[in-house]
């Protein structure tokens, strides 16, 4: 596998209005989407920087896993999402390498890209989400 680059950032946050305020008017970037991802018990907003994008996730249910996160760990850098060309080739190289998955195939996420993770026991503590649109 090799990323081509950072496709998002996402950022545990309690309050999603509160938080599209900083981003829009201190950063003054723009808020282009929000979006309820229901399997994953999240509402996302997306804001671009460049090629990246910033994801906010703010939780819809306190034992989803953006939910515990907070609790264990308050709000914050939640995971690092690299762009790589094929999800599943991707997952499964990782997986040949050792490294615990968190999905073994990819699967539908916000904006409909292909996703797949990997655990973060076995990425140096950061929860490492591999994604493409294809
Ligand atoms: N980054 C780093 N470490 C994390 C973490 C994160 N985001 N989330 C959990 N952990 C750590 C915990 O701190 C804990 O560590 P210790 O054992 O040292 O205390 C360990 O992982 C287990 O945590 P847990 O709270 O018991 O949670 P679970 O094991 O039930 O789940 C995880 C952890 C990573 C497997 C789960 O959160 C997961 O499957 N995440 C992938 C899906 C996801 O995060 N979706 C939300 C984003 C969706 C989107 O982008 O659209």
Known sequence: MKPTHIEHIGIAVKDLDEAIKYYEGVLGLECYAVEEVKDQKVKTAFFKVGETKIELLESTDPEGPVGKFIEKKGQGIHHLAFAVDNV?????????????????SARKGAEGLNIGFLHPK???????ELCSDK
């Open 122 to 128: 076995s990425t140096f503590g950061v929860l490492t």
């Open 88 to 104: 599943d080739e991707a997952l499964q190289q990782a997986g040949e390498k050792g490294v615990g998955l968190i999905d073994k």
